[in-house]
Protein backbone atom coordinates (compact mmCIF):
# COMPACT_ATOMS: atom_id res chain seq x y z
CA UNK A 1 0.00 0.00 0.00
CA UNK A 2 2.46 2.48 0.88
CA UNK A 3 4.41 1.53 -2.83
CA UNK A 4 1.05 2.68 -4.29
CA UNK A 5 1.03 6.12 -2.44
CA UNK A 6 4.71 6.69 -3.40
CA UNK A 7 4.33 5.71 -7.13
CA UNK A 8 0.87 8.38 -6.98
CA UNK A 9 2.30 10.80 -5.53
CA UNK A 10 5.38 10.61 -7.69
CA UNK A 11 2.98 10.40 -10.70
CA UNK A 12 1.06 13.85 -9.42
CA UNK A 13 4.52 15.46 -8.78
CA UNK A 14 5.86 14.57 -12.58
CA UNK A 15 2.61 15.98 -14.13
CA UNK A 16 3.20 19.53 -11.97
CA UNK A 17 6.56 19.64 -13.55
CA UNK A 18 5.33 19.16 -16.74
CA UNK A 19 2.59 21.65 -16.70
CA UNK A 20 5.26 24.10 -15.21
CA UNK A 21 7.82 23.49 -18.10
CA UNK A 22 4.68 24.18 -19.86
CA UNK A 23 4.11 27.26 -18.70
CA UNK A 24 7.81 28.54 -18.72
CA UNK A 25 7.84 27.59 -22.71
CA UNK A 26 4.90 29.30 -22.93
CA UNK A 27 6.28 32.15 -21.29
CA UNK A 28 9.30 32.23 -23.52
CA UNK A 29 7.67 32.50 -26.67
CA UNK A 30 5.64 35.50 -25.33
CA UNK A 31 8.85 36.91 -24.66
CA UNK A 32 10.27 36.31 -27.97
CA UNK A 33 6.83 37.45 -29.81
CA UNK A 34 7.34 40.34 -27.82
CA UNK A 35 10.40 40.91 -28.56
CA UNK A 36 10.09 40.22 -31.96
CA UNK A 37 7.26 42.71 -32.42
CA UNK A 38 9.18 45.80 -30.94
CA UNK A 39 11.98 45.21 -33.23
CA UNK A 40 9.75 45.22 -35.99
CA UNK A 41 7.95 48.29 -34.94
CA UNK A 42 11.58 49.97 -34.28
CA UNK A 43 12.60 48.94 -38.09
CA UNK A 44 9.61 50.28 -39.04
CA UNK A 45 10.02 53.88 -37.49
CA UNK A 46 13.52 53.55 -38.76
CA UNK A 47 12.36 53.20 -42.34
CA UNK A 48 9.89 55.66 -42.18
CA UNK A 49 11.91 58.09 -40.77
CA UNK A 50 14.47 57.48 -43.34
CA UNK A 51 11.96 58.58 -46.52
Given at each position: ???K??????????????D????????????????????????????????
Amino acid sequence: MVLKTWIADAKEAIYEAEDLLIEIQNEARRIEWVAGSQTGMYQKTKLVASI
